[in-house]
């Protein structure tokens, strides 16, 4: 008897020390052990309180040194005010994140179940110490092992709010497989500091999800700032803006898939010096569509190619083959400057012409004044869109200077 109260004595004076999660009936305390790996903590926590539960990250400096991956969540209430750092042992996360399936990518972060908020009240911190990614990877896009800060995997009514994002390793949000998602006041900034460029630093991408919304995000990153893939329907993205980065895009999709996208709203959106600011990209595939697309009240400045069209991105060849089929888009009130002359490009592949594209009140300026040029292939005449020349199928996405 005496010692197992002793043991437990022991156990009461040991916690502080050696432990960070600490359980209290349902809700799970993590606190920060100082530099040591924090994951497994938070990871306890997760197991412990993640059904019917609450768990609290509390504030301080926490060091994420492992893959987190926890699919289990059901009725649990997260609240992050820490500062989480994922370290930069890159060996260690090439060969350990979590891969996503979608184009053999992985992730560092991984959360799925049902009913769950994730609170980050403005205070959490997610830092992915990306300079480090930015610099061994020297421009080149999508390594492989190169993990998305934080995704939802089979995730049914998330509401994500509060949380800050700086330096994130690769993209900062996937949703896949996920329903009923809702994404809010998120704040994201990848920025580098060297002659390496973030590239693949996307904002948000959807795949194979539907239910999403997204609302007053800001987004500083060196790729897609919210990006709609393949099998992603019933999407509303409303007040965001994108710095530095391709503003609202649907794609790519069909990259050796039948993909779909399906009524999608971006509305309330600002482009600053962006690649892009409402755009569709896809690859030539043999099918899939995309469908039902409002772009509402854009204004940007300084945007390279404001709106864009491409069946065949990035290859540029067998433009006109694909079969994957772009109609009823709407671009309404659509305001800015364009980077050159170029106001719209826009390619439908001829073998799918687009149909039901329309354009209400656009107006663009070139930034150092002249005529916007519209160039229109493949598409229907009534779209509003004062055409002024056709484009090439071979139209790049970004341009180096006036046409
Ligand atoms: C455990 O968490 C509760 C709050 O939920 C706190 O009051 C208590 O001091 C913590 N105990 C330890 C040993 O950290
Ligand atoms: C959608 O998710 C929210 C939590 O973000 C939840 O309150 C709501 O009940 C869910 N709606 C449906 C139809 O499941
Ligand atoms: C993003 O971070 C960079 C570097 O710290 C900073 O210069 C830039 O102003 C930030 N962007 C926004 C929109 O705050
Ligand atoms: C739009 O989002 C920004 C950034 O989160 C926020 O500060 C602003 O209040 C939002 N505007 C509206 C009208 O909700
Ligand atoms: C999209 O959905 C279709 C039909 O359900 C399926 O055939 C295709 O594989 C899906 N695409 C991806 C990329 O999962
Ligand atoms: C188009 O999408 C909007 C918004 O998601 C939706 O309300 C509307 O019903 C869709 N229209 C059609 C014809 O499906
Ligand atoms: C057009 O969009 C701008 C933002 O770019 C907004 O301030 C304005 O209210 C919108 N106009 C209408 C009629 O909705």
């Not at 800001?218 to 897609?224: A, L, Q």
């Not at 007040?239 to 609202?248: I, L």
């Not at 404001?306 to 772009?326: E, T």
Request: with cysteine.
């Amino acid at each position: 008897m005496a010692a197992f109260t002793l043991l437990q004595l022991l156990l009461l004076i040991a916690i502080p020390v050696f432990g960070a999660m600490n359980k209290t009936g349902s809700l799970c305390t993590v606190t920060p052990s100082g530099g040591k790996d924090d994951s497994t903590f938070i990871m306890d926590a997760f197991k412990q309180c993640g059904k019917n539960g609450q768990i609290e990250i509390t504030e301080g400096d926490y060091t994420i040194a492992k893959v987190m991956d926890y699919l289990n969540l059901e009725n649990c209430d997260i609240s992050i005010r820490g500062h989480l750092t994922w370290n930069d042992d890159i060996q260690y996360w090439l060969k350990n994140s979590i891969s996503v399936t979608y184009a053999q990518r992985s992730t560092a972060f991984r959360l799925g179940g049902t009913n769950v908020a994730i609170r980050g009240h403005g205070q959490a911190l997610f830092f992915g110490n990306g300079q480090k990614w930015y610099d061994q990877n020297r421009n080149n896009g999508n390594q492989a092992g190169r993990p998305i800060s934080f995704t939802l995997w089979k995730a049914n009514s998330f509401f994500v709010d509060g949380i800050t994002w700086r330096q994130p390793q690769f993209w900062h949000t996937f949703v896949a497989y996920s329903q009923n998602i809702t994404m809010t006041n998120l704040d994201m900034n990848a920025t580098s500091n060297s002659q390496w460029s973030t590239v693949n630093t996307d904002g948000f991408d959807s795949w194979n999800s539907k239910d999403i919304t997204i609302k007053n995000w800001v987004v500083t990153c060196g790729d897609d700032c919210i990006s709609i893939k393949g099998n992603s329907s019933n999407v509303y993205v409303k007040n965001v803006t994108c710095h530095e980065s391709g503003s609202a895009c649907i794609g790519s999709i069909g990259n050796n898939a039948i993909d779909y996208v399906d009524d999608v709203v971006f509305e309330d959106i600002t482009a600053i010096h962006s690649s892009n600011a409402a755009w569709i990209k896809t690859y030539p595939a043999s099918g899939g569509h995309v469908r039902n697309v409002t772009f509402r009240n854009v204004y940007f400045q300084d945007v390279n190619q404001p709106l864009y069209i491409s069946p065949c991105i990035y290859s540029y060849s067998n433009c006109d083959s694909s079969r994957l089929k772009i109609s009823d888009v709407l671009w309404e009130n659509i305001t800015g400057t364009s980077r050159y002359n170029v106001a719209a490009g826009i390619h439908c592949s001829s073998a799918a012409p687009c149909t039901g594209l329309k354009f209400k009140d656009i107006d663009i300026k070139p930034k150092n004044g002249g005529t916007p040029k519209f160039l229109c292939s493949n598409m229907n005449s009534d779209s509003g869109l004062p055409c002024t020349g056709s484009c090439p199928a071979s139209w790049k996405q970004q341009l180096n200077g006036n046409a």
